[in-house]
C-alpha cells in the first residue's frame, strides 16, 4: 500500500529554523511535493523534488532522498505567517498527476 | 492565475439526501480531483478526471460518484447522504500537458454537514 508519515504538530518562535519531516512507502514512487494550508483556506504548492538533493525557494526549501524514502520541508526566518498546515504529498508513476497526501503537520510559529 | 471555484462554501443536508457539490476551474485543466479532508487524516481522493466523461476511483469512492459533462466542471454526488459523509470537500485541478508533477490548483472548499 501507500503511507506517508508526518509528525503532526511542531513548534517555533519567529526568526528561527524548523524542519518537517516525510517519510513515505509507495510503489512506483516519482517524486515529493509539499502544499501549505491556512485555517480556513484552500492548501497552495510550496515546491517539488524529483530528485535527490535540496530544492530551494526563497525562505523555504526542500529536501529528498529516494534511497532513505525521506524528505523534508525546511523554513528559514520563520514569520507569524508561516503558522499553518504543512502536507507532503507523493507522486507515483500510476500517471494522471494523481497525489497521496500525508496528514499534516500543523507548525505554530509563537513571537 | 487559477482560479478553481466550488460552489458553496458551507452546505447542511439531511440523512438519506441527494448531495451536489459542483466545481469549476478557469484554466482549461484536463485533470480536475475531489478530496475529503478530515482531522488527522489529511487529503483523501475520492474520485478524479483527466477528460471529458472520464472518471477514475480514487482512494476512497465508496458512497460517491462524479460527472464530468464539460471540461470546466467536475461535479461530486453523494448519491444518499450519511452523517459520516460530514467533512471538508477539496475540489483540485492541474494541468496535463508535460510532466506529471504539475501541481494542483485547490478551490477554497465546501464544508458540508449531513444531519
Known amino acids: 500500500g501507500q503511507s506517508l508519515e508526518q509528525p503532526s504538530e511542531v513548534t517555533a518562535v519567529e526568526g528561527a529554523i524548523v524542519q518537517i519531516n516525510c517519510t513515505y512507502q509507495?510503489?512506483?514512487?516519482?517524486?515529493l511535493s509539499w502544499y501549505q494550508q491556512h485555517d480556513g483556506g484552500a492548501p497552495t504548492f510550496l515546491s517539488y523534488?524529483?530528485?535527490?538533493g535540496l530544492e530551494e525557494t526563497g525562505r523555504f526549501s526542500s529536501f529528498l532522498s529516494r534511497s532513505d524514502s525521506y524528505g523534508y520541508l525546511l523554513l528559514q526566518e520563520l514569520q507569524m505567517k508561516d503558522s499553518a498546515s504543512y502536507f507532503c504529498?507523493?507522486?507515483?508513476?500510476?500517471?494522471?498527476?494523481?497525489?497521496?497526501f500525508g496528514a499534516g503537520t500543523r507548525l505554530a510559529v509563537h513571537p | 492565475d487559477v482560479k478553481v471555484t466550488q460552489s458553496s462554501r458551507y452546505l447542511v443536508k439531511r440523512t438519506g439526501e441527494k448531495v451536489f457539490l459542483e466545481c469549476v476551474q478557469d484554466?482549461?485543466?484536463?485533470?480536475m480531483f475531489w478530496y475529503r479532508q478530515d482531522p488527522g487524516l489529511g487529503l483523501r481522493l475520492i474520485y478524479f478526471?483527466?477528460?471529458?466523461?472520464?472518471?477514475e476511483k480514487g482512494d476512497i469512492p465508496e458512497g460517491y460518484s462524479v460527472s464530468r459533462e464539460k471540461k470546466e466542471r467536475f461535479s461530486l454526488i453523494l448519491e444518499s447522504a450519511s452523517t459520516n459523509q460530514t467533512s471538508m470537500y477539496l475540489c483540485?485541478?492541474?494541468?496535463?500537458?508535460?510532466?506529471?508533477?504539475?501541481?494542483?490548483?485547490f478551490g477554497d472548499g465546501t464544508r458540508l454537514s449531513i444531519l
Open positions: 483540485a485541478s492541474s494541468p496535463r500537458g508535460g510532466a506529471i508533477n504539475q501541481p494542483q490548483h
Open positions: 509507495t510503489s512506483g514512487f516519482y517524486g
Open positions: 523534488n524529483g530528485l535527490d
Open positions: 504529498a507523493v507522486f507515483f508513476s500510476g500517471g494522471y498527476n494523481k497525489l497521496i
Open positions: 484554466m482549461d485543466h484536463e485533470n
Open positions: 478526471s483527466y477528460d471529458v466523461k472520464m472518471k
